[in-house]
């Protein structure tokens, strides 16, 4: 089960600061999750340029050029922000009983820990 999932809200941990070009300290959301690398790309973090071959598409018009786009980072470089303290947290798993429709059923949920001080 992976601690981070697409659309959640994440800070980044380590790297340069933003005076020295870096991203630590920007938070962002979870665009994707590549699970294989154990990497995510995060909404506003770590963009890179990319050069495009020029081509033309069907109707006649020309394509290519620089982009710049989110590149991954790997998943120990981030963490999840605590929704009432927006500030990076750990986060624990509880198993609650829950009812819909008179069923009851046994549903892992995650959780933000208690954090003292900033990861």
Not at 38 to 59: A, F, M, P
């Amino acid at each position: 089960m992976a601690n981070i999932k697409k659309g959640d809200l994440v800070q980044v941990i380590s790297g340069p600061k933003p005076e020295r070009g870096g991203d630590r300290g920007k938070q962002g959301k979870v665009l994707e999750v590549l699970v294989e690398q154990d990497r995510v790309i995060v909404e506003g973090v770590n963009y890179v340029t990319k050069h495009n071959r020029v081509g033309q598409s069907q109707r006649g018009s020309k394509t290519g050029g620089i982009e710049t786009m989110e590149a991954p980072i790997h998943i120990s470089n981030v963490a999840l922000v605590d929704p009432e303290t927006k500030k990076p947290t750990r986060i624990g798993r509880r198993v609650e009983e829950q009812t819909k429709d008179g069923v009851k059923r046994t549903v892992r949920v995650r959780f933000a820990k208690k954090s003292g001080k900033d990861l």
